[in-house]
């Protein structure tokens, strides 16, 4: 039952214990949750980090607790371990064979994607590994991937563990878009910016191209003209027969940062104002920060992100897992921030590079924009832009040159 409480508090939390960063950033989010502190020295015992005893009672009630259980005792007692790995065997060995069976048992075994979506993972994993292409695609015309069973934060943790094995396929995923699924629950939840010019960028093309579904077509012409943005060509501005009551938060905030990199546009402040001002009685207003905010970053818009802290301030996040990577964001926003009032952020850099939450397909920017950091606060200038220049040029983005690492703060 260790392994299926370890998964669960994976799934919780969003990432997986690897290391000592994860356990401090895993004991920070358990005490919030439960009000106990537990630390981060036994969670690396318990994730085989480091050695030690076998957990406590009090450890595994604690990690039952965070996972939504009374107890340990109660956390077991849900989880019927011989029958599931019955099932297990029964799906691993027929999925290449006869996909059809394999997904029609999960279905019958298994409620909610809570009970079956790391058996999923798993078994799209290895699919990609062999780049079983014909079996992926019986997975993502499944019924189990209908978007309406799942929630939004279940959607994102299916997203960003599928998306990096993706990527590693030798074939186009392009062939997966006519599936019924997989658009909506890989393509629009692991967003690859560092592919705009490769796989994901074409697929988006694409998509922009034949889709019907007006929050597709929205999501693509948005990812589209974020590349122009980082290939330095023209942006323009994205419509849409859509209100800001049909379109997810995270989403709409995508639409609203597309003024932001709009070259010389005079209106960024007053678009700005009138953004906060349209969200301010929304539920959950923080999701609507998320996309604008990045913008704000990717485009160095310091005057941009002051306002917003000056205007949301008391924005808080709750507790599905999705909106600590906003926390995470904020964060890096405020390093930036002390930075350009001429402070030192060593402690900040820390936190960023080993304790932050940053989502899988943000990585490789987020990495970038700490090497900025850190050529602004080292007087070690040469060796941070040799760093910098070392992370960038696998991206091929023309926005990241030189320039824009030294002349972050100057425009």
């Given at each position: 039952m260790l392994y299926q409480l370890k998964n669960k508090v994976s799934k919780k939390c969003g990432f997986y214990i690897r290391n000592r960063g994860d356990s401090v950033r895993l004991s920070r989010l358990i005490f919030v949750e439960t009000n106990i502190d537990l630390s981060y020295n036994t969670l690396r015992r318990f994730y085989g980090i480091v050695r030690g005893t076998s957990p406590s009672k009090s450890t595994l009630d604690t990690l039952s607790k965070y996972v939504g259980y009374k107890n340990y005792i109660?956390?077991?007692?849900?989880?019927?371990?011989?029958k599931n790995w019955d099932i297990y065997q029964k799906v691993f060995n027929s999925i290449v064979v006869d996909p059809d069976f394999a997904l029609r048992l999960i279905e019958i075994e298994f409620q909610n994607p809570e009970e079956y979506i790391e058996l999923l993972i798993t078994i799209i994993g290895g699919l990609t590994v062999t780049n079983n292409l014909d079996s992926l695609k019986n997975v993502f015309n499944s019924p189990l991937l209908d978007t309406r069973r799942f929630s939004y934060s279940e959607l994102l943790y299916f997203g960003n563990c599928i998306g990096p094995m993706l990527k590693q396929m030798k074939t186009d995923i392009g062939q997966l878009q006519k599936t019924k699924f997989f658009s909506s629950t890989i393509y629009s939840s692991f967003v690859d910016i560092s592919s705009l010019n490769g796989n994901y960028g074409n697929y988006t093309e694409e998509l922009n191209k034949t889709t019907s579904n007006k929050e597709h077509l929205l999501f693509s012409s948005c990812i589209l003209e974020l590349r122009n943005y980082l290939n330095k060509k023209n942006v323009k501005p994205v419509k849409t027969s859509l209100t800001i009551k049909n379109i997810h938060p995270i989403l709409y905030g995508r639409l609203m940062s597309i003024d932001v990199l709009i070259h010389n546009n005079p209106q960024k402040v007053k678009h700005t104002q009138k953004y906060l001002s349209r969200i301010a009685h929304r539920k959950n207003k923080i999701d609507y920060l998320y996309e604008f905010l990045f913008s704000c970053i990717l485009a160095k818009e310091i005057d941009l992100m002051k306002f917003i802290v000056q205007t949301t301030a008391h924005y808080k996040i709750s507790k599905p897992y999705y909106q600590e990577y906003h926390y995470s964001l904020f964060e890096l926003r405020d390093a930036i921030l002390k930075v350009d009032s001429g402070k030192n952020i060593n402690k900040e850099l820390?936190?960023?590079?080993?304790?932050?939450?940053?989502?899988?397909?943000?990585?490789?920017?987020?990495?970038?924009?700490?090497?900025?950091?850190d050529y602004h606060n080292s007087k070690q200038k040469k060796t941070k832009l040799k760093a910098y220049m070392k992370l960038v040029?696998?991206?091929?983005?023309?926005?990241?040159?030189e320039e824009y690492c030294i002349n972050y703060f100057d425009d």
């Open positions: 109660e956390f077991c007692a849900a989880y019927p371990q011989k820390v936190n960023l590079k080993e304790n932050t939450l940053f989502r899988n397909s943000h990585r490789d920017f987020v990495d970038i924009f700490i090497s900025v950091l040029q696998p991206l091929n983005y023309p926005l990241f040159d």
